[in-house]
């Protein structure tokens, strides 16, 4: 079953593919998703709201670890092989991916969809460094560059973000006192 393909692609990609859609409609179309991004936003502003932050905190550590989990024994068995040590050279790539998925659909947040668009990136280039033949050296090297540029895009990005929204705050306080400014 774990090495079974449908349309040359194994079924862990199809399966990952699902959990991402539903991660991503519940992310962005839930109040459980709202309250998520407001306390991964501002965990004092989120309590102030009356967000119970701990909890939600407690929940995304939690959901996430079953779905590493799911992941390891999925990869395990697509492998034939499994450690408990884990692999810690990817964690490099899945951090480069998280920040460079930052950047891409929606700049300055972090998102299901531009997380695959990373992973997406990286996978082939990475791939294509494999195929050239280049050194082993080469790929932590480009996932360690690939990650520090994504968290300085994913900074820039955030931080326009922010100057947009005060300018637009303030254009509004500007209307507001012409308008109050006509009518005495």
Do not use: C, K
């Amino acid at each position: 079953m774990a090495r079974t393909e449908s349309l040359r692609l194994p079924l862990s990609v199809f399966d990952a593919l699902a959990i991402a859609m539903v991660l991503h409609g519940v992310l962005r179309y839930t109040a459980v998703g709202r309250r998520m991004n407001a306390v991964g936003g501002n965990v004092r502003a989120a309590r102030l709201t009356g967000i119970p932050a701990d909890r939600y905190r407690i929940a995304a550590f939690t959901t996430g670890g079953l779905l590493a989990g799911v992941a390891g024994v999925v990869l395990g068995a697509t492998l034939g092989a499994a450690t408990a040590a884990g692999n810690p050279a990817l964690l490099l790539p899945i951090f480069a991916a998280a920040h460079l998925g930052s950047t891409t659909i929606s700049p300055g947040r972090f998102n299901v969809p531009g997380l695959l668009v990373a992973v997406l990136f990286l996978a082939v280039v990475v791939s294509g460094l494999q195929q050239m033949g280049v050194a082993a050296w080469v790929q932590p090297a480009f996932n360690g560059t690939a990650l520090v540029v994504a968290v300085a895009l994913a900074g820039w990005a955030s931080r326009a973000r922010v100057a947009h929204a005060r300018r637009r705050q303030l254009e509004a306080i500007a209307a507001e006192g012409a308008v109050t400014a006509t009518r005495t």
